[in-house]
């Protein structure tokens, strides 16, 4: 067996593709009509069509369960925040946090409320330790995450 996509349902379509074309810079990789993926191999799914493939005809679809994410990760998180600022529409989960092991967040909602994070890579925070003059084991012992993986993500 092999995982293939996540697929989001949505109540627009071009609303959503407008969403993730514009806040996360993906595009669609093959259209189906009903159905699109992108870039990422995420997939979107009409809400017409999603009770009938699920066997489920005439039943209402709900959104913003909060259960879920789509997880990004951004090596220049200040400049996405700073872009996602002037946009209009943007509906944050939360603002900007730094979680416990370093790592810096922020969770925003699609139109559908389907909640989308956007992650500084691990190796930021990593770099950000260095240069406060961490060294490896101090910065793998601050992440919570074995000294392998610092010394693999700094090289």
Known sequence: MKFKNPLFVVSDMDRSLQFYQTVLGLRVTADFGANKTLTGGICLQTAQSWPTLIGEAGKAVA???RDAELYFEEDDLDGFLAKIETMEGIEYVHPLIEHRWGQRAIRIYDPDRHIIEVGESLR??????????????????RMEVPLSLVERLMK
Not at 124 to 136: C, D, T
Request: no cysteine.
């Open 124 to 141: 930021m925070p990593m770099l950000r330790f260095a240069a406060q003059g961490m060294s490896s084991e101090q910065i793998a012992a």
């Open 63 to 65: 959104f913003g369960g």
